[in-house]
């Protein structure tokens, strides 16, 4: 069987995590591609709220094995501080769980260096997590990372030093003050603990379970506005977070990938620096936050709010190929008795576009929108596509007609079950 891809077509938290649960039965194998404790994916079941960071989303779902492919960056002492999180749940890990050997890891001295980049960018800053991210991901490219599958050799410790000592080397050059010998201690403790798992060449298994026509979904993280190629950069994150990354991410060949789901927010949200042409800065941007609790699932931060922008979407769309659409938390924007899309952007020329320009940050944008009617009611219950208000039909019928692609799950809360399937 192909390898489905279900990614983010925004700048993230569009709902991932939610859907690929949701989706889960449907698989024998979930895959995390890329991206790494940056990553905050909240599920909700039974009356439990979780959110996974580096475990791939189909960790709840007793069958399902979940990989960690090498295209991901891993921290161990997150990795053992969320499986400790999972233990009230009796999941039988070393059934459930495989790393893969390839999988690069975060060291504590990532995150220091995360941290001294970002301070001496000031204003500029990237508004990264801080989670060690881009720098483990430079060390992968620069090849001076050190991977899952070297913590067993016998100079792990070795090359661990090694690396340390380049990274206090550059750390040395910035205005930067450090205690490393504190984040130490865990790091050693939880790459022990890191050792007692399925260490595997997960490119194998996947392919494995492609010529055995078993089920395989690919679960992105970030978003595709937050690629590191097609992205809003430098406000970015570091790996390629579209479908092109699931091929090298997990070792899937491209003829080999299958559906490409496409999940997007009734409306959009920004964490971070950066460019977001749709952003609301007035009442109705701050009421979508709160009625969508837009605070960031692994930092705590106020997400920016806007309105849904199409030509980001086609964009995101066309990089992908993606070939059904998710559209999620259509039940926050109940609130609104009037909404706005975003069609084209109005260059400074007076030119009309819908491309996205090379650099969002040094063009004068303004979108140009068009303006819908609300549904104004409460739609967290409805559990049938024919029984939801014209109004929010209408909007998703426009949507599907401008992007040409169909609209095939409408999410209308956080929970598992309030999930319309078409
Ligand atoms: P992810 O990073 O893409 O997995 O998304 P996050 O988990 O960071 O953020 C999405 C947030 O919206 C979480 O708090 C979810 O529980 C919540 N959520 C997901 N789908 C819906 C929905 O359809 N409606 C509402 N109201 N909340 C949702
Ligand atoms: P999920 O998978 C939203 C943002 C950060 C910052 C930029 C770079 O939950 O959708 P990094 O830590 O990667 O150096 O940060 O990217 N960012 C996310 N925003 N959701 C995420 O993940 C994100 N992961 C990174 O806020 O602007
Ligand atoms: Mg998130």
């Not at 508004?127 to 990372?145: E, F």
Request: proline share 5%; glycine share 10%; charged share 25%.
């Amino acid at each position: 069987m192909k390898v489905d891809v279900l990614l983010g077509l925004q700048w993230g938290d569009e709902g991932k995590g939610k859907v690929v649960d949701v989706l889960a039965p449907k698989y024998d194998v979930v895959a995390r591609f890329q991206g790494g404790p940056n990553a905050g994916h909240t599920l909700e079941f039974d009356g439990h709220k979780h959110v996974l960071h580096q475990i791939p989303s189909g960790i709840f779902r007793e069958r399902i094995r979940n990989i960690i492919g090498n295209g991901v960056v891993l921290d161990p002492i997150v990795f053992k501080k969320e499986i400790e999180g999972l233990s009230k749940f009796n999941i039988d890990l070393k059934k459930n769980l495989f790393i893969s050997k390839k999988t690069q890891l975060i060291l504590p001295t990532h995150k220091l260096l995360d941290a001294a980049y970002e301070q001496s960018k000031g204003k500029d800053k990237i508004g990264s997590t801080l989670k060690g991210i881009g720098p483990s991901y430079q060390d992968k490219v620069a090849r001076n990372g050190i991977r899952v599958g070297d913590i067993v050799a016998p100079d792990f410790e070795g090359r661990y030093r090694n690396l340390v000592k380049k990274h206090q080397n550059i750390l040395s050059h910035y205005d930067f003050e450090y205690d490393l010998e504190e984040a130490e201690a865990p790091f050693i403790e939880a790459i022990n603990f890191l050792r007692d798992f399925n260490l595997v060449n997960s490119e194998y298994v996947i392919n494995e379970c492609i010529r055995s026509s078993q089920t395989v979904l690919a679960e992105g993280a970030q978003g595709s506005l937050l690629d590191i190629d097609f992205g809003s950069y430098p406000y970015v994150t570091s790996s390629n977070t579209m479908t092109a990354g699931a091929c090298t991410g997990l070792g899937v060949a491209p003829r080999n990938i299958g559906e490409v789901f496409g999940i997007f927010k009734a409306y959009c949200t920004r964490v971070g620096g950066g460019p977001f042409p749709t952003e609301l800065f007035d009442e109705v941007g701050k009421r979508i936050q709160d009625e969508g609790h837009e605070f960031g699932a692994t930092t705590g931060r106020p997400r920016r709010c806007g309105w849904l922008d199409l030509p980001a979407l086609k964009y995101a769309i066309m990089i992908n190929g993606v070939t059904q659409l998710f559209m999620m938390k259509a039940d926050v924007l109940s609130i609104l008795d009037e909404l706005k899309v975003c069609t084209h952007y109005k260059l400074s020329d007076g030119t009309l576009t819908e491309e996205m320009p090379f650099q969002l940050l040094d063009e004068e944008i303004t979108p140009v929108y068009k303006t819908f009617k609300g549904w104004a009611k409460d739609v967290r219950n409805v559990k049938e596509y024919r029984n939801l208000p014209s109004e929010l039909v209408a909007y998703i019928e426009y949507i599907e007609k401008e992007t040409g692609v169909p609209i095939t799950i409408v999410s209308l809360g956080p929970d598992r079950t309030e999930t319309i399937v078409r």
